[in-house]
């Protein structure tokens, strides 16, 4: 279809969309401020933070930031506490395998 005129509906309808950024993605709203490794740092947790998680009780990827360490399954309405920027940290890994570790010495 070849539009001859811009309307509001012509660009409503999405014949003239903007071109997406290349590498910066959703640190593209700070143009050229704070320095490239800031940005590179700051990208890296906005994506981790908007991102969907898969829920540990349903298994969907239905996982979402709710507030700053609460993460919410829309799927099955259970609600956890987890990391900032992601659900689970490095931190949180190391002491779930040592409680495995320490349940099993005693088991056995």
Known sequence: MVVKFLT???VLMGYFKTKRTKK???TGKFGVRYGSSLRRQTKKMEVQQHAKYDCSFCGKRSTQRTATGIWKCKACNKTVAGGAYSVSTAAAATVRSTIRRLRDLAEA
């Open 24 to 26: 910066v993605g959703i």
């Open 8 to 10: 509001k509906d012509t």
